[in-house]
């Protein structure tokens, strides 16, 4: 097997700092990740923009992000400015195979595009 390429180790790091704690209650950070065309359709079926995803993770009142962990994340550099990731979180007992697609700009790598996507232990 190779090693990830630079601009694939890139968006690791990137997608990890995301699943921060920290930084999902955090507008300012969340805005240094989130691509200004980013969308994502969520574990819930929803469809989420920049704005939504801003305002309901950072929203006074909001249940603070709880711990995720990480397995089995891989990366493919389809372009010189395009990265796409997979992996699977759990969150408590919820499961869910990740998709995400990290484009480079002048600001760096950003998230453009997530899905998440629910599964059992079983499956």
């Known amino acids: 097997m190779t090693e990830p390429s630079a601009a694939v180790e890139a968006a690791i790091e990137a997608e990890l700092r995301l699943l921060d704690p920290a930084v999902r209650a955090s507008a ?7 691509h200004p065309e980013f969308s994502e359709f969520g574990t819930s079926g929803r469809h989420w923009d920049r ?15 709880r711990p995720v962990t990480t397995s ?10 395009l990265v796409h990731l997979t992996f699977d979180t ?34």
Do not use: C, K, N, V
Not at 28 to 34: A, G, R
Not at 72 to 81: E, V
Not at 112 to 117: I, V
């Open 51 to 65: 704005e939504s995803i801003l305002a309901a993770l950072t929203a006074e009142g909001a249940s603070a992000p």
């Open 90 to 123: 759990q969150s408590g007992d919820r499961r869910s195979h990740r998709s995400s697609l990290w484009r480079l700009t002048d600001s760096g790598w950003l998230l453009y595009f997530h899905q998440g996507t629910p599964f059992s232990a079983a499956s």
């Open 28 to 34: 300012e950070l969340l805005e240094e990740l989130l």
């Open 72 to 81: 089995r994340m891989r990366g493919a550099q389809l372009a010189p400015d």
